[in-house]
C-alpha cells in the first residue's frame, strides 16, 4: 500500500474525531481490576471496558468474540491468521495530582489527557483505527486480529488464558511501549521479605508505617507514627530530607505520637528515575532520628542501608549490573508495611539478559539472611524475552517506522517494562510512544498528543499491509 494514500485517509478530519471519540468512551470506563465475580474475572470495570470496546468494533464492522471476559476479539477479515495486535483495557488506579478528572477524557492544544490514553486505550484505539483503514482502503489477503485484554497491569491472566485456547500468530506486536521497536523485555524479580519481633515498650519508637500501593510504580506516598516524639522534635529533619530528595515531608502530633507524611512523585517502576520514591524518602529521615535502640529500629535502619534513596540500581543490595544489549537493572522499593512487631516489604527488579539466579537472586536471599529479614514464599526470576534485531517482524517494522518518521536507520532497543508479548515467541513491542516524550504513564496527568496516536496508526496500517497482504 502506498504511503500517500495512508496519510491522505488519516488527514480527514473525520477520522482524528472518529480517533478521539473512541479514546473518549474507553477513558470513562473506570478499569483497575477489582475483586472477580461472577462473569467478571477481573472486577466490573475490567469487564465494562471490555464491553465497550467490543462495542467500537462492532461499529467499525469487524466481527467480534468475547472469551469469558478474559479477552475480546476484533477480526479484520476472518482469513488465515498472520498477525496479533495485543492491547489492553485495564489501568493502573488514578492516585492523586490530576489536574483534570482522570476518566474523563479532555484534550486541550492538541492532547490528550486521563487514565488509559497512552497506557493503553489510546494505542487500542490507534490499532482499531488502523483496522478500519485497511477495510476501507482494500483489505489484505491475510487476517489480522486485535486482542483486547483487561489484566495486563495485574499479572496478565487474560493472555494466559487466551493462549490456552488459541494458537500464537505468525507475527505478534503489541502498541505499549516505545518506538521504534523494542525487541528486547528485561526479565522481572518482585520478592516479598520481612521479619517479625515481640512486642516493644522502648520509646521513640515507630509503631506503624504504611507506604506505596503497587509493586509496578514508584510510591508517591507513605506515612509513619513515631510513639515518644513530637511535631516539633522531627520538624528540622523533614526539612533537611525534604530540601535533599524533593519528596515532601510533613510532621503532626496526634493522640498516638507525631505522624509524618511524606509526598513523593509516582512512575512507572521500570523508570524508576522518573519518581520520587516516598518510601525511601521517609527511611531517610527515620534514619536521621534518634529512635530507640529497638528490633523496629533494627529493621528500619537495615532497610535504609540496603535501599538508600535515589538507589534505583540496587547497589546497596549488592546486584548492580548491566551489558551493553539490554542496559541496567533498575529497582523500585514499592511496598513497605510496619506495625508493632512486624514488617512486610516488596521491591520491583527489571534485570537484564546478564543478571541469573546466581547474581540477582542468590545475593538478595544472601543479602537480606545477613540483616535478619526473610522471603517470603520463593519467588522466581522471569526470563528475559530477546527477539533477534534481524527477525523479519522488527525489520519489517522499523522499515514502516522509518517510513513514517523520516528517522533513516532506526535500532530496536530494550525496555525494563513487560508487555502482552513477553512470553510470545518472536512477539516485540511497538509504540506508542515516541523518543523524547513523556506520556506521565501510570501517573497524575496521563497524556497523548493526538498527532501521536495518528502517527501510529499510520504506521499500523502500513504494517497490516506488509505484513498480511499476498
Known amino acids: 500500500m502506498e504511503k500517500e494514500r495512508i496519510d491522505q485517509y488519516f488527514a480527514d478530519s473525520a477520522v482524528r474525531a472518529r480517533l478521539?471519540?473512541?479514546?473518549?468512551?474507553?477513558?470513562?470506563?473506570?478499569?483497575?481490576?477489582?475483586p472477580a465475580q461472577p462473569g467478571a474475572p477481573f472486577g466490573p470495570g475490567p469487564k465494562a471496558a471490555l464491553e465497550e470496546a467490543l462495542a467500537l468494533a462492532s461499529e467499525l464492522g469487524f466481527a467480534t468474540r468475547n472469551y469469558d471476559d478474559?479477552?475480546?476479539?476484533?477480526?479484520?477479515?476472518?482469513?488465515?491468521?498472520?498477525?496479533?495486535?495485543l492491547a489492553h483495557l485495564d489501568v493502573v488506579g488514578e492516585g492523586k495530582g490530576w489536574d483534570t478528572d482522570p476518566y474523563t477524557c479532555v484534550e486541550k492544544d492538541g492532547v490528550l489527557y486521563g487514565r488509559g490514553v497512552s497506557d493503553d486505550k489510546g494505542p487500542l484505539c490507534a490499532a482499531l483505527m488502523a483496522m478500519a483503514a485497511v477495510k476501507d482502503l482494500g483489505g489484505t489477503a491475510k487476517n489480522v486480529k486485535l486482542v483486547m485484554g483487561t489484566d495486563e497491569e495485574s499479572g496478565s491472566e487474560d493472555i494466559a488464558y487466551y493462549y490456552a485456547r488459541e494458537p500464537f500468530a505468525p507475527y505478534s506486536f503489541t502498541p505499549d511501549a516505545d518506538f521504534p521497536v523494542i525487541h528486547i523485555e528485561k526479565g522481572h524479580y518482585h520478592p516479598d521479605f520481612g521479619a517479625a519481633w515481640t512486642d516493644?515498650?522502648?520509646?521513640?519508637?515507630?509503631?506503624?508505617?504504611?507506604?506505596?500501593?503497587?509493586?509496578?510504580?514508584?510510591?508517591?506516598?507513605?506515612?509513619c507514627t513515631i510513639l515518644g516524639m513530637t511535631a516539633a522534635q522531627v520538624g528540622d529533619v523533614c526539612a533537611r530530607v525534604s530540601a535533599a530528595t524533593s519528596a515532601l515531608l510533613t510532621a503532626q502530633d496526634t493522640a498516638d505520637g507525631v505522624a509524618i507524611h511524606c509526598a513523593g512523585k509516582n512512575a512507572h517502576a521500570a523508570s524508576p528515575d522518573d519518581g520520587v520514591n516516598a518510601i525511601q524518602a521517609l527511611l531517610e529521615a527515620l534514619a536521621l532520628l534518634p529512635l530507640a535502640d529497638c528490633n523496629s529500629t533494627k529493621y528500619l535502619r537495615a532497610l535504609h542501608h540496603l535501599f538508600p534513596f535515589g538507589d534505583n540500581r540496587g547497589k546497596a543490595l549488592g546486584i548492580a549490573q548491566s551489558d551493553p544489549e539490554s542496559g541496567e537493572l533498575t529497582l523500585n522499593l514499592a511496598l513497605l508495611t510496619m506495625t508493632a512487631t512486624r514488617f512486610q516489604a516488596k521491591f520491583d527488579v527489571r534485570f537484564p539478559l546478564c543478571a541469573n539466579q546466581f547474581n540477582c537472586k542468590g545475593v538478595c536471599e544472601e543479602t537480606f539472611r545477613r540483616h535478619g529479614i526473610s522471603?517470603?514464599?520463593?519467588p522466581e526470576m522471569t526470563s528475559v524475552h530477546c527477539v533477534s534485531a534481524d527477525s523479519p517482524l522488527v525489520k519489517t517494522l522499523l522499515r514502516c517506522y522509518s517510513m513514517y518518521t523520516g528517522e533513516a536507520d532506526p535500532q530496536p532497543i530494550a525496555i525494563g517494562g513487560g508487555t502482552y508479548v513477553h512470553d510470545i515467541p518472536g512477539g516485540v513491542a511497538f509504540g506508542c510512544v515516541f523518543p523524547g516524550v513523556d506520556t506521565k504513564m501510570h501517573a497524575a496527568n496521563e497524556r497523548i498528543a493526538v498527532e501521536d496516536l495518528l502517527l501510529s496508526a499510520k504506521m499500523f496500517t502500513q504494517a497490516i499491509f506488509d505484513l498480511c497482504g499476498e
Open 200 to 223: 516493644e515498650t522502648a520509646l521513640p519508637r515507630v509503631t506503624a508505617l504504611q507506604g506505596g500501593f503497587r509493586h509496578n510504580v514508584v510510591p508517591p506516598e507513605a506515612e
Open 70 to 85: 478474559h479477552v475480546g476479539l476484533a477480526d479484520l477479515n476472518g482469513g488465515p491468521t498472520q498477525l496479533h495486535i
Open 375 to 378: 522471603i517470603l514464599g520463593d
Open 20 to 34: 478521539i471519540g473512541a479514546v473518549s468512551r474507553l477513558v470513562a470506563v473506570k478499569s483497575v481490576k477489582g
